[in-house]
């Protein structure tokens, strides 16, 4: 859980139903991604232009990684094998790639205007964004890092979840 007043991860312990730890990530945090073998989560500060890093086992802050000025990172989505974490950035246009293992920025798509909620498929090959104020989805190719398709969908879209229907 994240706290947007003061800028924290909030984790709770839900057996004893108390707050186990508060971990500082940046002002004003929006989501949170974890790796899909947990041992971190990905916490952006729109208000910071942060990807706050934390460790699961420690609950502890390992870094902040700085996304670039004019950044306002939003929605967060782990690739399914934990390589990137991908991160909107609203007003920002982009959709950010971060490496896991170098904790860096790798690369960028222009994803359209204000892409707030991300998701991924499950096989990690096509990224959804959902594009507020545009009223689209985005659908990018992750090889190639291009929009290769923008759907609309109605109304102000903030989230985004893919469901595989196999």
Same mark, same amino acid.
């Given at each position: ?58 609950? &502890? ?8 000025? /004019?950044? #306002? $990172?939003? +929605?967060?989505?782990? %690739?399914? @094998? =934990? ?18 293992? &170098? ?8 994803? /359209?205007? #204000? $892409?707030? +909620?991300?998701?991924? %498929?499950? @096989? =990690? ?28 969908? /109605?109304?102000? $879209?903030? +989230? ?7």
């Amino acid at each position: 859980v994240t706290s947007e007043e003061d800028g924290t991860a909030v984790v709770f312990d839900l057996p004893q139903r108390k707050v186990a730890k508060v971990v500082p990530v940046g002002p004003r945090p929006r989501s949170v991604a974890f790796l899909p073998d947990g041992s971190r989560a990905y916490v952006p500060s729109e208000n910071g232009a942060t990807l706050a890093v934390v460790d699961t086992a420690k609950l &502890s802050l390992v870094t902040k990684i700085d996304l670039g000025k /004019g950044m #306002r $990172p939003m +929605g967060t989505v782990a %690739s399914p @094998d =934990g390589k990137f974490v991908y991160v909107s950035t609203g007003r920002s246009r982009m959709l950010l790639i971060v490496d896991t293992s &170098s904790n860096t920025v790798a690369g960028s798509v222009d994803a /359209g205007e #204000r $892409p707030w +909620g991300v998701a991924i %498929s499950t @096989d =990690g090959r096509t990224l959804f964004t959902a594009n507020g104020p545009a009223d689209t989805v985005s659908v990018i190719d992750v090889a190639t890092r291009t929009v290769v398709k923008t759907v609309p969908v /109605g109304r102000g $879209p903030w +989230g985004a979840i893919f469901v595989d229907r196999q």
